[in-house]
């Protein structure tokens, strides 16, 4: 097979910290890959056996432009995760989905455009009683963009914070806030080709002050996934390649998981498009990761 494209973006190369450990595990196991920017309209992706997307970040300001790539890049090579993947994960509406299939995932209302933000925001509360806090955020964000926690009484300051994400037609979700994660974080659980590889723990990011921060390394430390953990985070993906009618599992994935007020996990977010995946902070991630990347290559050359 050619080459395996590693996709980034020439602005976010280098925050991604898991690109050196996972090219040095791919010399290490001689994968042929090759570092590419997903905007750069020089490279020819039809030359890659695979098109693996690892840190096209700045994608988020040009969704319409990224998605367009992702569907010229899956007719000319072979996109992973797989297009249909990536485009369901890229909005949050996705946990529905998964609630549908039994997964226990964090409360979740969504605000469609169409929708008062006033009536909805009370109706949450009245159906969340227990939430001290809640939290908003955007159907299509990551890196902590456009979110917002809010006390029960910040209504006013809610609905103005809904209007503004409303006002270029986007969706927008409501949660309770979970306190759990003020004692324990949430743990996002690393998964190569449907096996668990890692773990880290990621400390709460949400401020009682409002303050909204970025998950840094700072913030991230190596942990073991519980079995509970192992259990919701193993039925997600399984729900999701279900759903998705894949016939593979995925080549990577990331689940993140939260606490609920019964103690039990629940799932914050699916990562199957562009996940960090945290391998500086653990042995063997960057080794598992490149061990599924070969997998590929024999799996295309019909090994
Ligand atoms: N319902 C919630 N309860 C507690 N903390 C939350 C909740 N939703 C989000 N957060 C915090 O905000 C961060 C970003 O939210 P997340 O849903 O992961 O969106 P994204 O990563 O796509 O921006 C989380 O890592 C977590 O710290
Ligand atoms: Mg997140």
């Given amino acids: 097979m050619t080459a395996i494209a590693l996709v980034t973006a020439d602005a976010c190369v280098e925050d991604d910290l898991d690109m050196p450990p996972l090219l040095e595990a791919c010399r290490i196991q001689s994968i042929d890959v090759e570092v590419c920017a997903w905007d750069d309209p020089r490279v020819d992706w039809s030359q890659y056996g695979a098109v693996v997307l690892r840190s096209p970040w700045d994608y988020v300001d040009r969704i ?6 992702c569907d010229h890049v899956s007719a ?4 992973f995760n797989p297009l249909a993947a990536v485009r369901w994960s890229l909005d949050k509406h996705y946990l529905l989905d998964l609630a549908d299939r039994g997964i226990p995932v964090v409360p979740t209302r969504f605000i469609e455009p169409a929708h008062a933000p006033a009536a909805a925001v009370i109706d949450f509360l009245a159906d969340f009683p227990q939430a001290a ?3 908003i955020k955007p159907a299509i964000g990551c890196y902590s963009r456009g ?3 809010f006390a029960r009484h910040q209504t006013d300051a809610a609905i103005d914070h809904i209007a503004h994400l409303a006002s ?3 969706s927008v979700v409501l949660q309770p806030y979970l306190p759990a994660i003020d004692k324990t974080g949430e743990t996002n659980l690393v998964f190569f080709d449907g096996v668990y590889s890692h773990a880290i723990c990621k400390s709460a990011l949400l401020g009682q002050d409002g303050a909204v921060n970025v998950p840094t390394y700072d913030y991230r430390s190596p942990r073991e996934a519980d079995a509970a953990e192992r259990t919701v985070a193993t039925a997600a993906l399984e729900a999701a390649r279900s759903h998705l009618g894949l016939r593979r599992p995925l080549l990577y994935a990331r689940v993140d998981l939260i606490r609920g007020h019964d103690n039990t996990p629940r799932l914050l977010e699916l990562e199957i498009a562009e996940p960090s995946l945290s391998l500086p902070l653990t042995d063997k991630g960057a080794t598992r990761f490149a061990q599924s990347l070969d997998r590929l290559v024999m799996v295309n050359q019909g090994a």
Avoid at 64 to 69: T, Y
Avoid at 76 to 79: C, G, P, Q, R
């Fill in 64 to 69: 319409a432009q990224f998605l367009a790539w």
């Fill in 168 to 170: 270029n037609n986007a």
């Fill in 76 to 79: 000319v090579s072979e996109l």
């Fill in 133 to 135: 806090d809640f939290v």
């Fill in 147 to 149: 979110i917002q926690r």
